[in-house]
């Protein structure tokens, strides 16, 4: 909502495959020049080294974009254009990107993935679950792309495939999972590890895939002194 200060918190977990040695999934996060924050989802095809390889050339030409101040959607298309002609059309990648605008006052989500986004707002929690199309193989592919007034109380959570590989994790399960932890007053963080959790008991502590897992959350901000915050947390 323009003119009104917001808080935002961004919550991210994510694991590799069971039995290998490294997440083909990436994630990365930028400060928009404009005012708002950006998050950059990506999962290379195959698994491993080789698709950590394809998710890395895509985040990074696609944050270097949004940091220069590159729509959304004009930066997905560029990721595209630019794995298609370094990979010769062979190897995909599923490509989501979250933005905070502040710019705008608007909240935009673009996907070029099978995998469903969550987007709960005015007391109501649904899935965007329309297929579209990984880039990297076809000419001309373009994300879906949705665009929602930022108003406090939204939350949107993005996920790799590895979250509901083999419908373990089902897609009503996980939208009560996440109207549960709303329910509880979780911050982005939590509810990104609420979900995760729930997921990876479902699969036995033995993921068949890759998981990533990142939330968005919009609070109304304390009328107080600026703070700005990061932290992480890593097991190698």
Known sequence: MKGQRLHIEIGVVKTRKYATNESGDTIEIIERPRGGVSVVLVDGQR???SAKIISNIVARKAISLLGEGVRDGA???AAHDYLRTHRGGQVSAEL????????????????????????????????WDTPSVAIGIYPNTKPL?????????????????????ERRFELDA???????????????????????????????????????VVTLLVRSAVPVLEVR??????SA
């Open 75 to 77: 930066a997905a298309r």
């Open 174 to 212: 996980l939208q009560t999972c996440v109207e549960e932890g709303l329910r509880l007053g979780l911050g982005a963080q939590e509810l990104a590890e609420v979900v995760f959790n729930r997921s990876l008991r479902a699969q036995e502590q033995r993921p068949q895939d890759d998981i990533s």
């Open 229 to 234: 915050k990061l932290s992480a947390s890593i």
């Open 96 to 127: 989501q990107i979250l933005s905070v605008d502040l710019d705008t006052g608007t909240l935009v989500l673009s996907r070029n993935t099978h995998c469903p986004a969550l987007i709960a707002r005015q007391g109501e929690c649904f899935v």
């Open 47 to 49: 698994s491993g080294r």
């Open 145 to 165: 792309i949705r665009e929602l007034t930022l108003e406090p109380g939204m939350v949107v959570g993005l996920f790799t495939d590895g979250l509901l590989r």
